[in-house]
């Protein structure tokens, strides 16, 4: 089942792979489900829960910082339908409830999107990681709908849950590109650098003592001007 190397692949000089959900779910998974042809062929289909996330990204055909996988889903239990998360050394979790993907009219849902998070060791006592993943799968509906024409050949074994989900998996700490995830990210990890408003209201009474009205306008100045740029109140106090 799983697809070769990346260096198979032959793509365009400046090529850029920043897919919105709703692109993953209508162009990617759907299309995969129902054997139409992809945008491009740069995912990945291997049995994503027999690996731990670092050995991903060697089995991922692109991507530098992210990387993209079809992957089916087997049961945890033969008779039930909760997905078996259990990895090669832990486990993926959970995290939230699952997000429904809009189309870009926001009309209809296309999909489903799971937040999860790597745990090394085994429940409960697993150890969280940086890991995380996005599993996108297409609504029961449509699923059912591409069983009944054919063109979603049943398994046969009775462990399988679907044939085939999407997954994006990154490592936290070492993709700045957080938009992915959530489109105001990069505005919420720069709000906790922010200098607070008593932190300035100190800052100017320290230099109000200590500096004539010129050179007090001046670091105002500079001080109100990095903290827009979102540099660091301990580094403002460094320089003053």
């Given at each position: 089942?799983?697809?070769?190397?990346?260096?198979?692949?032959?793509?365009?000089?400046?090529?850029?792979?920043?897919?919105?959900?709703?692109?993953?779910?209508?162009?990617?998974?759907?299309?995969?489900?129902?054997?139409?042809?992809?945008?491009?062929?740069?995912?990945?289909?291997?049995?994503?829960?027999?690996?731990?996330?670092?050995?991903?990204?060697?089995k991922?055909?692109?991507?530098?910082?992210?990387?993209?996988?079809?992957?089916?889903?087997?049961?945890k239990?033969?008779?039930?339908?909760?997905?078996?998360?259990?990895?090669?050394?832990?486990?993926?979790?959970?995290?939230?409830?699952?997000?429904?993907?809009?189309?870009?009219?926001?009309?209809?849902?296309?999909?489903?999107?799971?937040?999860?998070?790597?745990?090394?060791?085994?429940?409960?006592?697993?150890?969280?990681?940086?890991?995380?993943?996005y599993?996108?799968?297409?609504?029961?509906?449509?699923?059912?709908?591409?069983?009944?024409?054919?063109?979603?050949?049943?398994?046969?074994s009775?462990?399988?849950?679907?044939?085939?989900?999407?997954?994006?998996?990154?490592?936290?700490?070492?993709?700045?590109?957080?938009?992915?995830?959530?489109?105001?990210?990069?505005?919420?990890?720069?709000?906790?650098?922010?200098?607070?408003?008593?932190?300035?209201?100190?800052?100017?009474?320290?230099?109000?003592?200590?500096?004539?009205?010129?050179?007090?306008?001046?670091?105002?100045?500079?001080?109100?001007?990095?903290?827009?740029?979102?540099?660091?109140?301990?580094?403002i106090?460094?320089?003053?």
């Amino acid at each position: 089942m799983e697809t070769k190397s990346g260096s198979d692949i032959h793509l365009p000089p400046g090529f850029r792979f920043y897919p919105t959900d709703e692109e993953l779910i209508v162009q990617y998974l759907n299309n995969r489900i129902r054997s139409a042809p992809l945008p491009a062929s740069i995912v990945a289909e291997i049995d994503l829960y027999k690996y731990d996330p670092w050995d991903l990204p060697s089995k991922a055909l692109f991507g530098e910082d992210e990387w993209y996988f079809f992957t089916p889903r087997n049961r945890k239990y033969p008779n039930g339908a909760r997905p078996n998360r259990a990895a090669a050394s832990g486990y993926w979790k959970a995290t939230g409830t699952d997000k429904p993907i809009l189309t870009s009219t926001a009309m209809s849902s296309v999909g489903v999107k799971k937040a999860l998070v790597f745990y090394k060791g085994r429940p409960p006592k697993g150890i969280k990681t940086d890991w995380i993943m996005y599993e996108y799968r297409l609504p029961d509906t449509v699923v059912s709908t591409a069983r009944q024409k054919g063109s979603i050949t049943p398994s046969p074994s009775s462990l399988q849950l679907d044939d085939w989900v999407l997954c994006r998996v990154r490592q936290k700490c070492s993709s700045p590109r957080s938009l992915w995830e959530d489109p105001s990210a990069p505005l919420k990890e720069l709000a906790g650098t922010f200098p607070k408003q008593n932190e300035l209201l100190q800052m100017t009474a320290n230099l109000c003592k200590t500096m004539n009205s010129t050179l007090l306008a001046s670091k105002l100045s500079t001080i109100i001007t990095w903290a827009s740029q979102g540099i660091q109140t301990t580094l403002i106090m460094m320089t003053l």
